[in-house]
């Protein structure tokens, strides 16, 4: 007998046989995602040391440096990085890589590159010299210790030319007292723009015709102790990115009577040596 389908009927096989149409392609699809994954996977593990980005690995080697992150303008002198290294179980190996994964020597250009390895491995120093753009990148540290291995990244930004010429000199002068000042009127050592100076001038330290010595103003503000805002060490930082910069301490001020007290500190040599040890110890 022939087979007769009602209306109902036939849009109902249209349905599960859609229906099945779809989830064969979502299944192809998931089999597709699976396979390029295991293939990008292979080729990572495959991968000779140098021809990719690196990979931190979890290890027992720790390395410490005083500044990650450099940012200079194009003709600096030079940059440089030391780092200390630390591994549990030996001497680490260490080699450096530039911004396109190459390892860096001694003999890429003794002009322009400097690399330095202590025998023990615990101390390595990569130096720059005469920057460009072209260095501009991600530097990375590869240690290895063993089994152990683990890698320190280190960024380098360099910028067009410096907008200051650098055969003229523009001194900054920062007043310790203009961070008590109300509204628009306060600036602290936060809102100095360095890229606008040559110098930056601190205003004031004291000096102690007592001690012959020379002392903070606003101790509070100037030094980090006892939870201190730390002016002295945030003026100095600031030459981290930014190395052109030349960062003086001024002595004195009009309320000090320094024409007096500082002719009386000098014209002793035995105060006068207490003084230059005092000034020498405190910067």
């Given at each position: 007998?022939?087979?007769k389908?009602s209306p109902?009927?036939?849009l109902t096989f249209?349905k599960?046989?859609w229906?099945?149409?779809?989830?064969v392609?979502?299944?192809?699809?998931c089999?597709?995602?699976l396979?390029?994954?295991i293939?990008v996977a292979?080729?990572l593990s495959?991968a000779?040391p140098?021809?990719m980005p690196p990979i931190?690995?979890a290890?027992?080697?720790?390395?410490?440096?005083?500044?990650?992150?450099?940012?200079v303008?194009?003709g600096e002198k030079?940059v440089?990085?030391?780092?200390?290294?630390?591994?549990a179980?030996s001497?680490?190996k260490?080699v450096w890589?530039?911004?396109?994964?190459t390892?860096?020597?001694?003999?890429?250009?003794?002009t322009?590159?400097?690399?330095?390895?202590?025998?023990?491995?615990?101390?390595?120093?990569?130096?720059?010299?005469?920057?460009?753009?072209?260095?501009?990148g991600?530097?990375?540290l590869?240690?290895r210790?063993?089994e152990?291995?683990?890698?320190?990244?280190?960024?380098?930004?360099v910028?067009?030319?410096?907008?200051l010429?650098r055969q003229?000199?523009?001194?900054?002068?920062?007043?310790?007292?203009?961070?008590?000042?109300?509204d628009?009127?306060?600036?602290?050592?936060?809102?100095?723009?360095?890229t606008?100076c040559t110098?930056?001038?601190?205003?004031?330290a004291?000096?102690s015709?007592t001690r012959n010595a020379?002392?903070?103003?606003s101790?509070?503000y100037?030094?980090?102790?006892?939870?201190?805002?730390?002016?002295?060490r945030?003026?100095?930082s600031l030459k981290?990115k930014?190395?052109h910069l030349?960062v003086?301490l001024a002595?004195?001020?009009?309320?000090?009577?320094?024409?007096?007290?500082y002719?009386e500190?000098v014209?002793?040599p035995?105060r006068?040596?207490?003084?230059?040890?005092?000034?020498?110890e405190?910067?």
């Amino acid at each position: 007998a022939a087979l007769k389908f009602s209306p109902k009927d036939v849009l109902t096989f249209h349905k599960h046989t859609w229906l099945s149409s779809r989830c064969v392609w979502i299944s192809l699809a998931c089999a597709l995602v699976l396979a390029i994954i295991i293939a990008v996977a292979f080729a990572l593990s495959e991968a000779e040391p140098g021809s990719m980005p690196p990979i931190r690995v979890a290890g027992k080697i720790h390395f410490q440096c005083e500044k990650e992150y450099v940012d200079v303008y194009e003709g600096e002198k030079s940059v440089q990085w030391v780092v200390n290294v630390t591994a549990a179980s030996s001497h680490p190996k260490l080699v450096w890589y530039g911004p396109n994964c190459t390892v860096l020597q001694e003999h890429d250009g003794p002009t322009r590159l400097q690399v330095y390895t202590s025998p023990t491995g615990t101390l390595t120093k990569l130096k720059l010299y005469n920057i460009s753009v072209k260095d501009r990148g991600l530097y990375r540290l590869q240690a290895r210790s063993g089994e152990e291995e683990d890698w320190a990244y280190f960024t380098l930004n360099v910028k067009g030319k410096n907008p200051l010429d650098r055969q003229h000199v523009v001194v900054c002068y920062v007043a310790e007292w203009a961070h008590t000042r109300r509204d628009l009127g306060m600036f602290s050592v936060d809102n100095i723009e360095p890229t606008l100076c040559t110098h930056l001038v601190y205003a004031f330290a004291n000096l102690s015709i007592t001690r012959n010595a020379i002392e903070s103003r606003s101790p509070d503000y100037d030094l980090e102790e006892n939870n201190g805002t730390g002016a002295y060490r945030k003026m100095t930082s600031l030459k981290a990115k930014h190395p052109h910069l030349k960062v003086l301490l001024a002595m004195g001020g009009w309320a000090e009577k320094m024409d007096k007290n500082y002719s009386e500190v000098v014209e002793s040599p035995s105060r006068r040596r207490d003084l230059v040890s005092s000034i020498s110890e405190f910067l």
